[in-house]
């Protein structure tokens, strides 16, 4: 066998890596995320409540800073998670 022959077949018998069975934290399937911005323009500290989705409080942000001016917000996204510690 040559020096050649021996690192392909090496290469060959390489396995796939293997897929983690540590614990995860992942979104809780059937729970909705909640999208939230609130002005952080000097005093104001106005805010959109919860919404379904981003372009929700996009828009809220829109409309706030247009008629008032104001232009810095901090914006939020949560969800819910699931523990598995174990698969
Ligand atoms: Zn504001």
Redesign the pocket.
Known sequence: MTRRTRRARQVGRTRPSPIPTGPRLQHLDGSAWAFDVR?I?GD?S?ASGPMESASGTDGWAVR?GAT?G?GAFQRTVTDLASLTLHK
């Open positions: 002005c323009t104001c106005a706030h008032t104001h």
